[in-house]
């Protein structure tokens, strides 16, 4: 790699909300991967017609999730495309914008079943290492870059239905504390 060059870990997602998964993963692809950085990247539309809380809430839990992680940020770059969040046009922008870095896209192994639904995968897959990190309960774990290590099985799925149900004293176990505290405090995911 050039003097210069960084190695950066893209980890995309919709964040609605980040929970604790989001954050393990980030520092699990860290420091097994030699990533200069990470760079959360919130989807601002999603492709598949996911309802989502808006992307000022989701960027502020995002910022929230992550505290005073070294090395990690936030890059709003969906918001600045606009419309419909592709992956490969991210990573094509992403190119353009900052061409002295090589990225990895950072990916649970749950993802890995959708990829035929993602827009030209293979030609993602030709500009970007990957990153699989496994997730108890998903059998894209037999894919060859998936790890043994295994995330528990939370989703934003289940932690939105516990917030709607105000399941709090459970939920402090799946959100850091400071989003469950904002998500209280701005009702997001009330019915």
Known sequence: ???????????????????????LTTVWAMQTHRLDEVWWVPTYQHAF????????????MCQLALGHIEGVSICQIERDLGGE??????????????????YSLIVGSDI?????RWKNWDGLMELVDLIVIGRAGHTGDAHP??????????????????LREENYDDLRFWLSR??????????IYKP
């Open 112 to 116: 890995l079943g959708e990829a035929d």
């Open 178 to 187: 400071d989003v469950l505290e904002y998500v209280r405090l701005h009702e």
């Open 1 to 23: 790699m050039d003097v210069g060059r960084k190695k950066i870990g893209l980890f995309g997602g919709s964040f609605n909300p980040p929970h604790i998964c989001h954050t």
């Open 49 to 60: 017609d996911k309802a989502l809380a808006s992307f000022e809430h989701r960027i502020r």
């Open 85 to 102: 969040s592709r992956t490969i046009d991210t990573v094509q922008a992403l190119n353009e914008r900052y061409p002295k870095h090589d």
């Open 145 to 162: 870059k998936s790890t043994e290590f295994r995330l528990p099985n939370v989703s934003s799925t289940r932690v939105r239905e516990q």
